[in-house]
């Protein structure tokens, strides 16, 4: 972002927070019809993306915007003023039926260009060279052989499905809808929270209770970042706030920093995985399922709760092999400093309330938003003044205006996929592929969100994935008893963990940043440590008991099964239980937690049994060799044949040719 003259600045900065205030006030109080606020919200929005962010990095003038700029700015405001000027026109005409008109043309042709333009500069190139992609692909599909065949699309069928076309997606479809109304009033309630002083509360709870135990400040950095993601919702702005202190507390006492990256860039990543604000991913869920927002929170719940669990598992067992201590107390903040905070939790309280009584998104986001106001007006330290409150409505504009348009480009990228029939050819593929098998359909598509993941966002990312993979899903799995949520929490996962995943990780790069480390190898430490975003994403699908389903004992059996599954993977990668271990065992715990965590073609006790008896077994082990080394050998049997019972304990042990390939249970 440009370092712009303070008038400049003020002025932009005034201008997206009034038009921030605007929105707050639409979701206590009603919003416009869906064209008029849909044409509105990029209308304010896109234009100063031109003004903040420069065409290059070293090129462009880095402390004012060029004429070209300008221009540009003007033009990419223009066919968003037409359609607001002509909203009831555009909702009373036919589409594809009515004329497109020659000035229709040239407007969608300039909203195309300045969309792209405006997603290279302030939101990511790959995801720009994506909408381009699909667009090209409308003009010379007919062109193309097999699956990738499509009818021959005239140039104004092309503009008209991209940008007037609200009904079905495009620049004003639904997707921009759900933007421009709640996620824009939960971003408001995140940027309030953040000028209340909740971070602090945040980063000081979070040292308060990890800081004093082995590897402390990458505890706090699990802890806190965990909290951050349920304000902002964004990885990179995570690794951003919280990763400047802890990663270089990290290294200084003893991580490497692609470790401290890793550990940081995974924390980080999980925040928009983290009830009750999930990120604007979690919203676009719920407007494509028409599922209340409050159910998909409590599904999830287990499952953020497993992510971060894993996280602190492993970061503690790579704390112990390396010997580093705990903060030291000067730098661990007293109860008491927590506590003169904790009035700033109440309007969480209130929003998670207000979600479960089934109010609407936006209500239930402005409540707590004026809540927050109000709470933190209680102490001193909080109080939030005019500048406060002018700077948080700041920040929610600076938020919104690069998700405007990378949610628009999603829309675009949907419609063509729908016009051209990709949904259906591409899943077609996934599904031939396939070969009628759930299990690899599943890894398939897994795989394609890791790769869509690696050049466009997470909610972009997300919303093809769903696009393409939910029939699927569905179709397959209608024998397996899978549900809408379950398919599509499997989809959310994958792409929100891409962040974190090579060769391209944003949140993994950031953290490299900040470390001074290899931003690869930052990523390959990051997705080792958010390795329950793997087993959590395949487990909604094969065991809904950790989406609170099924009773209690499926519940229970069901996290149960992921945490010590977790803790034998963590372990086996660090080498470190309760004392180093050699590579023998550490290949027995990893393929005893691979066991547990994929292994759903076995019954669930065999997997849960399987797990305790390689976690107990080895603790136990180490714990007796610790004490008489002479035992070493006849443990080393018993330990063996403990590992034997539950498989022997199967009275009749299904045969590899019978079993299929990952099967619900």
Not at 26 to 47: A, N
Not at 652 to 662: C, D, K, R, W
Request: positive net charge.
């Amino acid at each position: 972002m440009r370092d712009l003259s303070p008038w400049l600045r003020h002025s932009i900065f005034g201008w997206l927070a009034f038009w921030a205030a605007v929105h707050l006030y639409w979701g206590g109080f009603g919003f416009p019809e869906p064209i008029t606020i849909r044409s509105l919200h990029l209308l304010v929005f896109t234009p100063p993306l031109f003004l903040l962010y420069p065409a290059f990095a070293k090129r462009s003038p880095q402390h004012r915007p060029s004429v070209i700029d300008w221009i540009w700015a003007a033009a990419s405001a223009a066919p968003h003023l037409w359609v607001f000027i002509h909203a009831d026109a555009v909702n009373d005409r036919m589409e594809y039926v009515d004329p497109f008109t020659p000035l229709m043309m040239g407007l969608a042709i300039l909203c195309m260009v300045t969309m792209l333009e405006a997603i290279r500069r302030a939101v990511e190139p790959g995801l720009a060279w994506m909408t381009l992609g699909c667009l090209l692909y409308m003009f010379v599909g007919h062109h193309l052989p097999g699956v990738l065949n499509t009818r021959v699309f005239t140039t104004s069928e092309i503009m008209e499905a991209a940008w007037l076309v609200p009904t079905a997606g495009g620049v004003y479809g639904p997707l921009t809808g759900i933007v421009a109304t709640t996620i824009a009033v939960f971003i408001l309630f995140g940027s309030f929270m953040q000028g209340s002083g909740t971070g602090r509360l945040f980063a000081n709870f979070g040292a308060a209770i990890a800081g004093r135990y082995t590897g402390g400040p990458a505890k706090v950095a699990v802890v806190s970042s965990g909290l951050f993601g349920t304000m902002s919702g964004s990885s990179v702005s995570n690794v951003i706030t919280t990763g400047a202190m802890t990663i270089p507390l990290m290294i200084r006492i003893g991580y490497r920093p692609v470790v401290a990256a890793g550990i940081e860039s995974a924390a980080s990543v999980g925040g928009a995985l983290m009830p009750p604000v999930m990120g604007a991913a979690a919203f676009v869920m719920a407007e494509i399922t028409n599922i209340p927002y409050g159910d998909i929170l409590v599904a999830a719940a287990i499952g953020a709760v497993l992510y971060y669990f894993a996280i602190l598992a492993a970061v503690h067992f790579e704390a112990k092999k390396l010997g580093i201590q705990p903060m030291e107390l000067k730098d661990i903040p007293a109860w008491r400093e927590v506590l003169a905070d904790i009035h700033l939790i109440l309007p969480i309280g209130l929003l998670v309330y207000l979600m479960n009584e089934r109010w609407s998104g936006n209500y239930a986001a402005f409540c707590a938003t004026l809540a927050m106001v109000a709470v933190s007006l209680l102490r001193a330290r909080t109080r939030m003044g005019w500048r406060a409150v002018l700077e948080s409505l700041t920040n929610a504009g600076l938020t919104m205006a690069p998700l405007a348009v990378a949610i628009a480009a999603s829309g675009v990228v949907v419609s063509v996929l729908t016009a051209t029939g990709m949904v259906v050819a591409f899943g077609g593929i996934i599904k031939e592929l396939a070969g009628g098998s759930f299990g690899l359909l599943a890894v398939l598509l897994c795989l394609t969100v890791l790769v869509l993941g690696l050049g466009i966002p997470t909610t972009p990312s997300y919303i093809i994935a769903a696009a393409i993979g939910a029939p699927q899903l569905l179709e397959l799995g209608r024998s397996l008893n899978i549900d809408m949520l379950q398919a599509h929490l499997f989809l959310f996962y994958f792409a929100v963990i891409a962040d974190a995943t090579p060769p391209v990780a944003a949140s993994a790069f950031a953290a490299a940043a900040i470390a001074k480390a290899s931003p690869t190898m930052a990523s390959v430490h990051a997705s080792r440590f958010g390795i329950a975003g793997f087993t959590v994403g395949f487990a909604f699908l094969y065991d809904p008991g950790i989406m609170m389903r099924g009773g209690i004992v499926a519940i229970v059996t069901a996290t149960s099964i992921q945490v010590l599954a977790l803790l034998l993977i963590t372990s086996a990668y660090a080498g470190y239980l309760l004392r180093p271990m050699g590579g023998v065992l550490r290949l027995i715990l990893g393929l005893a937690g691979l066991f547990a965590a994929f292994g759903h073609f076995a019954p669930d006790t065999l997997r849960l049994a399987a797990a305790a008896v390689a976690l107990g077994g080895t603790a136990l082990l180490q714990l007796l060799l610790a004490r008489n080394k002479s035992m070493m050998w006849p443990i080393a049997v018993l330990f063996g044949l403990l590992l034997a019972v539950p498989a022997i304990a199967q009275d009749t042990p299904p045969t590899p040719a019978s079993l299929p390939l990952l099967p619900i249970r």
